[in-house]
């Protein structure tokens, strides 16, 4: 059930905005860590998988939007780890599937849309899910596994890194794979989440009761840091979300093209493509010192790609 031991890349950025600015950035590749469950999401899986098959649950049940990276990696776990796979999927079906849930239905994923209003209320949406799945065998994952074993996976992210940072970087949806990140930081290191959604504060309160309810709870794996109240070690940057979750502006997608024409990186258009664009920008406005090292979280999501081609040219 456990996947299997992994290395991920680490590849170093060079180029003329890097260079010009004394400034040592690489990026970490979880994007390569799996070819169906990529990125964050594989971490963030993990422990709930083990945790289903320990309860013996025969179906996972789990939450998302229609271009969720979390649905269509849950999708895929599913059919890797012989799970049965149900989708509450936020909103009205469409005549076509877009290209994200036309993988989660190949996978073998059961899709069951639900009005937004009722996807808002949690309450009445597990009263629903009740009563549409009375079944006493499934193991719901909340919506981009955020619980504190999708922590738990996360904090083994940094454990891939083989050089020392400053800062790490990764993409926020949900604040899970941050405060993982966040838990596993040395002294004296900094993160910075950049938020992808358009909602002032959200992700910064997240991550911080996620961090308190990890305290609390005691699901703290490892941390060197001697306090463990995480108050100074990491901030939340909520200036690059270009409109929102699923928003794309012509100078990101020209910001993406010309990244993977120097780098050879594929970005994707929700989650890194705007981390990316912000630690440059950041770069360039001197936040900053020459001689400090950034490393940024390539947390995959690239299977969204092709379903993202209609907002380039929003």
């Not at 020459?290 to 379903?307: P, S, W």
Request: aromatic share 12%.
């Amino acid at each position: 059930m456990e996947p299997a031991p992994f290395i991920i890349p680490l590849q170093a950025i060079h180029d003329g905005i890097t260079n010009e600015y004394g400034i040592n950035l690489f990026m970490l590749r979880t994007d390569l860590n799996h070819t169906y469950i990529s990125g964050n999401k594989l971490f963030k899986l993990k422990y709930n998988l083990l945790e289903a098959k320990k309860k013996d649950c025969k179906t996972i049940l789990t939450f998302g939007g229609a271009f969720s990276n979390h649905i269509a990696a849950t999708a895929a776990a599913g059919k890797e780890y012989g799970f049965s796979t149900i989708g509450i999927i936020r909103g009205e079906a469409s005549a076509e599937l877009n290209p994200t849930l036309e993988f989660a239905v190949a996978c073998g994923m059961q899709l069951q849309y639900v009005s937004r209003t009722l996807y808002r209320n949690k309450e009445e949406l597990y009263n629903y899910i009740n009563q549409q799945f009375p079944e006493k065998n499934i193991y719901i994952i909340p919506e981009g596994g955020s619980n504190e074993l999708g922590i738990m996976g996360c904090q083994e992210i940094t454990q891939h890194i083989t050089t020392d940072f400053n800062y790490v970087c990764c993409p926020c949806g949900t604040g899970v794979t941050m405060s993982g990140i966040i838990l596993s930081l040395k002294e004296k290191q900094q993160s910075i989440g950049f938020q992808i959604l358009k909602a002032d504060g959200y992700i910064k309160n997240e991550v911080s009761n996620w961090l308190q309810t990890a305290s609390q709870n005691n699901t703290i794996i490892k941390s060197e840091i001697p306090d463990k109240t995480f108050s100074n070690n990491w901030s939340i940057n909520e200036d690059y979300h270009f409109g929102g979750y699923a928003r794309v502006k012509s100078d990101l997608t020209a910001f993406i093209k010309k990244f993977k024409n120097s780098h050879n990186i594929e970005l994707d258009y929700i989650y890194t493509g705007k981390m990316m664009f912000g630690i440059y920008d950041l770069i360039k406005k001197n936040h900053f010192k020459r001689g400090e090292t950034i490393l940024a979280i390539h947390t995959g999501g690239l299977q969204g790609n092709a379903g993202m081609e209609s907002f380039k040219k929003i």
